[in-house]
C-alpha cells in the first residue's frame, strides 16, 4: 500500500522517514523498504510526529524563524535499506497486489 500511495503520488520519493509506534518493530521497517525499494529513515523517538507538529506550530507563533531550524529537533535511530535479495519476490507480489486490487500494474502518467 506504502509503494502504491508513492506510485500514485507521483512525487520523486528517494526516501521514506518512519515515526511511530510502528517503527520499534525492525520486520515491518524491513518490509516497507522492501516493498517501496527505498531506504527508511527511522526517528530516533516514537513521537517524531508530534515533534514535527510542535516545530511548525513555533514557526507559525514566530518563535522559528527557518524550517531548516528543525534539524536540531530530528535524530535518527538507524536507516534500513531494502534488501535486494527479496526484489523478485516483492515485485511478482506487488504486482498481484494490484491486479486483484482491479488497478492497473503500472502509476497513471502524471498529471504535471
Not at 520519493?13 to 527508511?40: K, N
Not at 535524530?75 to 497486489?97: G, K, L, M, N
Not at 494490484?98 to 502524471?110: D, I, M, N, Q, V
Amino acid at each position: 500500500m506504502v509503494r502504491q500511495l508513492i506510485e500514485l503520488s507521483g512525487a520523486p520519493v528517494t526516501r521514506i522517514v518512519a515515526t511511530g509506534g510502528g517503527t520499534r518493530l525492525r520486520p515491518w521497517m524491513q518490509a516497507i523498504a522492501d516493498a517501496t525499494g527505498r531506504p527508511v529513515e527511522v526517528s530516533g523517538v516514537a513521537e517524531g510526529a508530534a515533534l514535527g507538529a510542535a516545530f511548525l506550530s513555533r514557526m507559525a507563533a514566530g518563535l522559528e524563524t527557518s524550517i531548516a531550524d528543525v534539524a536540531r529537533w530530528v535524530s535518527t535511530e538507524c536507516i534500513v535499506d531494502p534488501d535486494r535479495v527479496w526484489a523478485a519476490a516483492v515485485e511478482d507480489r506487488y504486482r498481484r497486489f494490484l491486479e486483484l486490487g482491479g488497478r492497473p500494474s503500472r502509476p497513471p502518467a502524471s498529471r504535471i
